[in-house]
């Protein structure tokens, strides 16, 4: 485990990442690795958060997991539906925390392995890679209204979100008691809730247009994706800039449990 802070270990939130990707080199060298990435769109002033290198076989102690009052599943380039032996701890992990009822949000491959743990089905799309930016229909007024305190206002709940994309697996079967929140054109689970406790969303959140780019070029070095897909990508989405802040807003909202009256109301814009 690493820590976000050492030194205050008495702070009243405490959060986990658990890291189901390794540092690339680009990420390390500009932003300090995913980490820093994380704790910049998602942590607050007063907060611990740890770190979790899951992809490395680290885990939190279970006897430890009541402390914590919320985890954030990150993305990987790794299949969530497949059985490398850190996936299947993950995956006991999850349902150890869906049975506590704690906070965890699920992030593209976080959203995708929630879904397996709890009883749901992953697989690859048939439609192939969606990387990118992405409109998104949020299909739920009632979720932002009841666990996000916003009144019924279309300045504050957005019909549309243009978000940041990189997949080509996808949510095929919804775990029981799962509902959607938003769906696309390209993809019908976009992003899911279970009760008060749990949130998957397929895009990121914590993505800028920077990071999608070095993800592009390394997708193409590596012979995932062809350069014509490449061009094409990046012809498309030069020009236009993704509601991340807004996404950002609703995944950090929900994992700060932001449902309760006390905190008042949330504006999106």
């Known amino acids: 485990m690493e820590n976000g802070d050492q030194n205050n270990m008495m702070n009243t939130k405490r959060y986990a990442l658990l890291l189901a990707a390794h540092d ?6 500009v932003y300090g690795g995913y980490f820093n990435v994380f704790v910049v769109a998602f942590g607050e002033e007063g907060e611990t ?3 979790y290198r899951v992809v490395e076989g680290e885990f939190p102690n279970m006897n430890e997991l009541e402390m914590y009052d919320g985890f954030v599943v990150s993305g990987s380039p790794f299949d969530a539906y497949g059985n490398e032996y850190w996936i299947l701890e993950l995956c006991i992990l999850l349902q150890t925390l869906d049975s ?12 995708q392995v929630l879904c397996r743990a709890l009883g749901g089905k992953v697989a690859r799309s048939p439609t192939g890679w969606d990387i990118g930016l992405r409109e998104i229909k949020i299909n739920n ?3 932002f209204t009841s666990q996000l305190n916003l009144e019924v206002s279309n300045h504050e709940i957005p019909q549309t979100l243009t978000i940041i994309k990189c997949h ?4 095929w079967e919804l775990p029981i008691d799962a509902e959607v929140v938003a769906f696309s054109d390209k993809t019908k689970v ?14 990121h959140p914590e993505y800028t247009k920077d990071i999608l780019y070095n993800l592009l070029d390394r997708l193409l070095n590596n012979g995932s994706i062809e ?9 498309k989405i030069e020009n236009i800039e993704p509601d991340r802040k807004h ?6 909202n929900f994992l700060k449990g932001r449902h309760n009256p006390s905190y008042g109301l949330v504006e999106f814009f």
């Open 227 to 235: 350069e014509d897909f490449v061009e094409a990508t990046r012809s």
């Open 24 to 29: 690339s080199e680009y990420v390390k060298k």
């Open 100 to 111: 506590m009822q704690k906070k965890i949000l699920g992030i593209c491959f976080g959203h």
């Open 168 to 171: 080509q697996d996808e949510v």
């Open 190 to 203: 976009e992003m899911f809730t279970i009760g008060n406790h749990i949130l998957g969303t397929q895009g």
């Open 49 to 51: 958060w740890d770190l």
């Open 141 to 143: 007024k009632e979720f």
């Open 247 to 252: 996404l950002e807003k609703i995944c950090k």
